[in-house]
């Protein structure tokens, strides 16, 4: 529930503070979100979670939401921000969403998904995403990618730390990925922000 009121705040905090202010267009504001993140920009940008859905889910989890779930307290409506434009998304936590949740979102949409998943992002998951959306958008199913594939290269010490987050299947070239992956967020923000309604 918080995460999208932090967005909406910060929002309110660039175009508000001097510093800042002058040198955002309050007409063109693009949003990336990834994993729980991209849960986040999907609610933003208008998705509506359907919490009841995942009661099943929940009997496994220990977490406060799931508590809460299991409990039938539902948290309420989450806080969507209509000054954002366009929205790149990868390997979003998708399981609070069902096929209904999807009809507010009218801003173009681009969709990333892992061939793999991880990290309570199943293979797939993102598909469900996908097929609902009723806005302009983009799908892009990375083979051989894993959910943290979406992650920058780890530094050698940090990949012998935590290997479950910077080692990839064998082949998978994340450095090569991230290099495309960033190339082709940067032209669909440019262009759908350039072509945004004022």
């Not at 495309?180 to 032209?187: G, I, S």
């Amino acid at each position: 529930m918080q995460r999208p009121n932090d967005i909406k705040r910060l929002i309110d905090f660039m175009i508000g503070a001097p510093a800042f202010a002058s040198s955002v267009d309050h007409e063109r504001i693009g949003l990336f979100g990834f994993s729980r993140g991209g849960y986040t920009a999907l609610a933003v940008i208008g998705a509506n979670p359907d919490w009841a859905n995942v009661t099943d889910l929940c009997q496994q989890y220990k977490t406060h939401v799931c508590e809460q779930i299991r409990a039938k307290e539902f948290p309420g409506s989450v806080t969507h921000d209509p000054r954002i434009k366009a929205a790149v998304i990868a390997d979003p936590l998708s399981v609070f969403f069902t096929a209904n949740s999807f009809a507010a979102v009218k801003i173009p949409v681009q969709l990333w998904a892992s061939e793999f998943g991880g990290d309570g992002v199943l293979p797939h998951s993102v598909d469900i995403v996908d097929k609902n959306l009723p806005s302009k958008h983009e799908y892009h199913v990375v083979p051989n990618a894993g959910h943290f594939s979406f992650v920058a290269p780890c530094p050698p010490a940090l990949a012998a730390e935590l290997p479950r987050i910077c080692a990839d299947v064998a082949g998978f070239d994340r450095a090569a990925f991230k290099r495309q992956f960033n190339a082709e967020v940067l032209t669909f923000l440019r262009t759908e922000l350039a072509n945004a309604p004022r």
